[in-house]
């Protein structure tokens, strides 16, 4: 099983200006190999990363681009692995635009990468890169403290160096071995969790979860160091004396003051970030380790992003976070991942006889069924998911285990006429490659 450590690097200044050296490389790489792609492509030419770097090759110790003032090539002083890497991203993005091109789902071609605007990131191959206790030896660089030690022990595949903030990671890919990748679940519950705003998760048990909403927490802090930090681009563009739009390709000197506000805003962003993150890794962590079977609702998130009152409240939970890292944490304990249909009423239907109440509205939290029961609204479709979930259990438990439809943790075949539709759980695994480019997931 592919598994993927991101530790942070305690690195010196000599090494974070190398990785900042490394990581400016692959991106202009990347945006040679780009524009090179779309022009060859216009010619119609038939193009790939092969040959594409085969034409760099030839040219990267020589051509006047990649020489310094003294002329001498600089790329020697970076790492092969980091501008040859961004030909096969590249390919992989073409090769995902088309894919999802031709499935009619919406496609997004490469786009160039702009510095201070994109993920600052490179790629390091096992050859070069050796891992023990907290070091790591990165190649031009030497051995680098991380802040701990590699979680996995397997064959490592490789690793990505790239940044946040202040802050640089090490993301290493490690082939563990299934038997040490499994994980033994503390219990064999089936869940139905329905995600919501105001409890982040509501459990069929009735127990509800609440997010940190990190976003909510900080944003006043937010606001002023935006605010900040914006004032010192203005006074920046004064400084030059620009009035209105500024010209494409200006580049603007930036103070001592600036850089260090943008820093502090970069730090906050990071925080939220992590916050949230260590919300949704222990919910998910937990909710595969507890049960056999987990049913969720399949959020139209993008959709639900697009209603401007709630879209920082659901952004700030992170759904589509919570769907993926269940899904493949479900991989390692032998949870069983069910999405309910999104058109699943898991709210409207009655939990305990199952009449369908359609006048049902959000503003609901609390409604009476005409059975006479009393439902809270995220109770009950906890409930109701759970339902799919045993329901698909059943089902899977009842197919032979050869069926090739069958693939560990995937929920296939028919499921009682009554609970609904389920569909099988897909899984995004390599969902970003180092390139940066976001997989395009439609929902
Ligand atoms: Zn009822």
């Not at 050859?127 to 030690?149: I, S, T, Y």
């Amino acid at each position: 099983m592919l598994l993927s450590h991101r530790i942070r690097l305690e690195a010196t200044a000599e090494q974070c200006e190398y990785f900042v050296r490394a990581a400016g490389t692959a991106r202009r790489v990347w945006n040679w190999a780009l524009a090179e792609w779309q022009r060859q492509a216009a010619m119609g030419g038939r193009i790939n990363a092969m040959t594409l770097k085969k034409q760099f090759n030839a040219l990267k110790y020589v051509h006047s681009d990649w020489l310094d003032a003294a002329g001498r090539p600089w790329l020697r002083t970076i790492h092969r692995d980091a501008h040859a890497q961004p030909f096969s991203h590249l390919a992989n993005a073409w090769a995902r635009y088309f894919a999802a091109r031709k499935n009619g789902k919406p496609a997004y071609h490469p786009r160039f990468k702009k510095k201070g605007r994109c993920r600052d990131s490179f790629y390091v191959a096992n050859d070069r890169l050796r891992v023990w206790g907290r070091n790591a030896v990165l190649p031009k660089v030497g051995r680098v403290v991380l802040a701990e030690e590699l979680r996995f022990s397997g064959k490592i595949l490789g690793a990505n160096v790239s940044r946040e903030a202040d802050h640089w990671f090490l993301a290493v890919q490690v082939e563990v071995p299934d038997e040490e990748a499994l994980r033994c679940r503390t219990g064999n519950g089936v869940a139905g969790v329905d995600l919501g705003v105001i409890a982040a998760a509501t459990l069929s048990t009735g127990e509800k979860i609440a997010s940190p909403r990190p976003l909510r927490s900080a944003l006043r802090r937010l606001c002023i160091r935006s605010r900040r930090h914006s004032r010192k681009m203005k006074a920046a563009r004064a400084a030059a004396g620009l009035v209105g739009a500024i010209p494409k390709g200006t580049r603007l000197p930036k103070s001592a003051n600036q850089m260090k506000s943008a820093r502090r805003l970069a730090r906050l962003h990071a925080r939220i970030a992590r916050v949230r993150a260590d919300f949704t890794n222990k919910l998910t962590t937990r909710l595969c380790r507890e049960n056999q079977a987990v049913a969720i609702e399949d959020l139209h998130v993008k959709g639900m992003l697009a209603n401007a009152r709630l879209a920082r409240s659901i952004a700030d939970v992170g759904f589509h976070e919570i769907r993926r890292q269940l899904q493949y944490k479900a991989l390692r304990y032998g949870t069983v991942i069910v999405l309910a249909d999104r058109w699943y009423p898991s709210s409207k239907l009655c939990s305990a006889y199952g009449q369908k109440n359609g006048t049902l509205t959000l503003a609901e939290r609390v409604w009476t069924c005409n059975c006479g029961t009393r439902h809270d609204r995220d109770v009950n479709a906890a409930i109701n998911l759970q339902r799919l979930a045993t329901g698909a259990l059943a089902a899977r438990t009842a197919l032979p285990v050869a069926s090739p439809a069958v693939t560990s943790g995937t929920v296939s075949g028919k499921v009682p006429e009554a609970v609904g539709k389920v569909t099988p759980a897909r899984y995004e695994h390599g969902h970003q490659d180092g390139s940066g480019q976001e997989e395009d997931v439609a929902h």
